[in-house]
């Protein structure tokens, strides 16, 4: 049997025909592995879903109760047997729940990685590898620019710049899945006390997090009118709003954008930051490398990103490489516009 | 040189003039020397490193890295230095430079000063090995030459000012004295030592500059209040002659921004340092005169562009200063005085001036506001003579006004901007005063509207002046000819859409009128050109006036009914 047996690429997404399961599918299918909560992994509508409980929780909290048939909770390396295929999921470090899903049959070992990091996170589950024989890995940061530096010293960079300008509001761009979270646990790991205040789009997942356990601290709304006398205060809203007339009503507002893409001057130059933060939840390329290496896989499928210079990365590394070339998976800009959607859909009772 | 970078790296990304200024200051306060002093030169522009060229610098990536991967990233980044600092591999354990400190901005100044060419590959890899990402990034960009981060020289003086909380200007007058890295004027800064003075020879005294006129203020000018120049289309250029304690001439040019240009102008320099009578310092236009006519900036341009200052170039396009003000004489600081005062130094000064390289900017003289106005819209006849290609518009000076470095308010201002154009239709037409008694030359103009007989013409102005002698007499035989009606001393001259003249009039601006029937009043209507050639009915429409009302004036009625 070949890995190509196992897995397929369909329309609807990667496809396992033995276990007639798809992964991540971008449209409503009966049988759905979800590897994680970003929209563009997790969509409503399938029949059967399983995942674990946390991106249960999060696609319930995002698209009500009923959205899927029925969901099936499975914990980190509990192995669920699918016919002639065994399924494990196990901690990716990218958000809360996410998992790469290791796949067996045949004698085959297959992960797909989902998104992945290998930074510490203590919003979630550190990354754990995974020896196999084939290894699907995300690209997103796909080229040798993005090496990520320590997040603790870009916090440090908002705190510099929160006592260099104590009347100016920092509004912090962020993804509201995962990386907003994981920005309020780093300000509290480096000591910073005070209130953070949330966009209406922040809101739910901040308070799903604090539900599923994840301590974060005095977290505040903002109150329509109380913009005005929010100097000096870290304001968490998505990264759309930071050029949007809701961020003039602050005082003389520094705009703080949190992400990988922030390495590239010119990209933070393109969106009008002024105080670009490098942090991801995405592994940059010396990540992506080292993990690589760490799986032992002989074969390497690269998927969304930056996929060419890592498959010649791997073919000069001896591995057999291609690129999965799937569209409909984006870096996460498409779930903070997805959620911003949503928070104006609904109206905060 | 991390702190350093991550100050560039902040600064390129924050466009609020005081964000800079507070990110600059902090740093000044918070760096040490000479650490500080190299920063401070490095952004005034004072530091140059001719070794580095960007091909070392793809040679040394080339080096480290898959040209494959390279390709990809630079086509990505779009930016050398940067794309290099991001690629820059982390040196292995096993080199020597793995647990090297990173450079200081001293050591890089120091080190690229001191290096061998064929040396310099080497230092720059060590250094790249011990900095980070940031850091890198600001190196390269530092020895490429390519450091752009929207901060001005003086924007980094004045924020180094702000650490002593003194004038940026008196930064500025000390500025030509100072060499990298500053300890003297970062220990006066900081209250620990006297101000480092005696230390410039002829030093630069940042100029007083002048607001555009607004037309709101200007109606609340008082004509006698002020005195009036032309405006040259030159370049600002202070001139500073100067005698050391040896008795040594000295002869220093500087451009608006404090830049010493004396290199440039070697012919002027000499001219200047013959000029015995002269000790101080004067401001004016630098201009290129030839024949005794000053040249237009084009011309002036072609000499300031050419990089090698030959006895040629100097012969075809000669240096010249029109003088308007003198800022010291001696040992005395005439800047407080009254402008009368200074101008009347001025002009005794230039008076003993020997070499005809520096001459006087002449007043203007105007009684009222009308006359200035005339005088403006035709330079060659109020003064300017030959010059007056050069003149591009008039500047205006209060009587009593200090020489204040800066902008301050209320006391000059410069009055350039183009004047707004509409051709209207001659209706009127009445006998001047004095010298012009027997010619028709006050001329009442109009536009078309639509009325409830069809189109129509509504008087909008008067104008009487603008035009030429000669034009006088063309546009009188005009009136007498085409004569339909008369009032007294006033005629009605045809003005249908098939026949009538078409005069192009210039004005400074409209406002609100409830005197003309027009509902508008143009502010300094006067002839810019007869139109011969247009018939009537292709002239202008009321409400092209009417659209030029200023928009608070309306926003204000409509708000006031609601
Ligand atoms: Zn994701
Ligand atoms: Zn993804």
Redesign the interface.
Known sequence: MQARDILSLTPAGLYCPLADVHIDPLRPVPRALITHGHSDHARAGHGAVLATAETLAIMAARYGEGFCGTAQAVRYGEAVTLGPVRVTFLPAGHVLGSAQILIEAGGLRIVVSGDYKRASDPTCAPFEPVRCDVFITEATFGLPVFRHPDAAGEIDKLLHSLTLFPERAHLLGAYPLGKAQRLVALLRQRGYDRPVYLHGAMERLMQLYGELGIALGDLRKVEPGGRESLGGAVVLCPPGALQDLWARRFPDPVAAFASGWMRVRARARQRGVELPLVVSDHAGWDELCATIRETGAGEVWVTHGEEEALVHWCTREGLAARPLNMLGYGDDEAEAEAVAEEAVAEPSA | MNDFA?LLD?L?????RN?KL??ME?FFRTTPDPERGYALAALTGGLSFRNAKPGLVRALIAER??P??FA??YD????LS??VA??WPAPSQAGTGHNASPPRLADVVEGLSMTAKTELPGLLARWLDAL??TGRWALLKLITGALRIGVSARLAKTAVAGLGGVDPNAVEELWHGLTPPYEPLFAWLEGRAERPEGLVVAPFRPPMLSHPLDEEEFSRLDPAEFCAEWKWDGIRIEAVRELTLEGRRIVRLYSRTGEDITGSFPDLCEALIAEDAFVGALDGELLVLRGGRVESFNVLQQRLNRKAITPRLMQEFPAHIRAYDLLGEGEEDLRPLPFAERRRRLEALVARLAGGRVDLSPLVPFASWEELVAARARPEEAGAGIDAEAVEGVMLKRRDSPYVPGRPKGLWYKWKHDPHLVDTVLMYAQRGHGKRSSYYSDYTFGLWRSGPEGEELVPVGKAYFGFTDEELKELDRFVRRETVNRFGPVREVVHTGERGLVLEVAFEGVQQSTRHKSGVAMRFPRISRIRWDKPPREADRLDYLAGLLPREGTMKTRAGKT
């Open positions: 991550e902040r390129a990304f924050e466009p609020r964000a507070r990110l902090d890295t898959d494959v991967l990809l990233s990505y980044v779009g930016d940067e794309t991001l690629m980070d990402e």
